[in-house]
């Protein structure tokens, strides 16, 4: 299902933010390390534990691998839910060791349709993890999906058919060239409109999408109207639940 309307929007909000450069990090397991430690909880939480990880000289495979459960924990205790990310990174690293001897380079250029499968089967990695890592670590064209972009878009009035992650990927991957960097750019720019404007009460006044979003262009018509201010609220607990659900679907994987 291609929908032009999905371009449409990547070449508005360039224009309005330009380059994001993502996803911060320096190097393929630090982006991997940081796609873990983001799960529940903001991104400077995240930084705050790499910086504990970099500062004890534990920011690759080997190094981490070394740590015992407690000291990775306790390095990693500012991203939350620490215990079961240190189990996940192990996890991370079992599937390393043991499906690509160790090697992360032979890891990330291993083709996506085998790695995707490999990371899922991983406890503690679902969909967004596994294709962050796949888009940020391994550079490979797999569109990310996020309850910020399920919330944008859906108030855009840009939907898949099916309201599922897989409905929601083929959406963005059938209407896009399947390029890994255009892919990169577009997740970084939905994620900083989502938390700068499209927020849980949208900011359409100073939004560069108003002119093409249902969600807008219906606030302008009804301005002021309270039902349409009801409409919105909520939003945190609908981006909260898909954030839950993704956490309950990695926690029922098997270890
Ligand atoms: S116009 Fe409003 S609802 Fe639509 S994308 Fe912008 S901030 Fe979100």
Redesign the pocket.
């Known amino acids: 299902m291609s929908d032009p309307r999905v371009r449409d929007t990547y070449d508005r909000l360039a224009a309005r933010y330009g380059p994001r450069r993502w996803w911060p990090g320096d190097g393929p397991f630090e982006v991997i390390v940081g796609a873990i430690l983001t799960q529940r909880t903001a991104w400077a939480n995240v930084e705050k534990a790499l910086v504990n990880l970099k500062r004890a000289g534990a920011l690759s495979p080997s190094a981490t691998r070394a740590l015992s459960d407690d000291e990775l924990a306790e390095l990693i205790r500012p991203s939350g839910f620490y215990r079961s990310k240190a189990r996940k990174l192990r996890a991370f690293l079992d599937l390393l060791d043991e499906s690509f001897g160790g090697d992360l380079g032979r890891m990330l250029v291993a083709p996506g349709r085998e790695l995707r499968p490999a990371l899922l089967a991983t406890y503690g990695i679902g969909p967004e993890t596994a294709d962050a890592i796949l888009l940020y670590a391994a550079r490979q064209p797999v569109f990310v999906i996020d309850a910020y972009t399920r919330r ?1 878009f859906s ?2 009035g840009i939907r898949p058919e099916r309201d599922t992650y897989d409905g929601w990927q083929r959406l963005f991957e059938e209407s896009l060239p399947r390029e890994a960097a255009l892919f990169g750019e577009y997740h970084a720019l939905i994620v900083g409109h989502a938390k700068d ?2 927020r849980a009460e ?3 006044d100073r ?1 560069a ?2 002119e093409v ?1 249902e ?2 262009l219906g ?1 302008h018509q009804v301005a002021g109207d309270e039902r349409v201010m009801d409409d919105a609220a909520g939003d945190d607990e609908e981006v909260e639940d898909f954030v839950i659900a993704e956490d309950a679907r990695e926690r029922v994987r098997p270890a």
Do not use: A, D, K, S
């Open positions: 944008t108030r855009l404007v499209c949208p900011q359409c939004c999408l108003t979003c969600t807008g606030r």
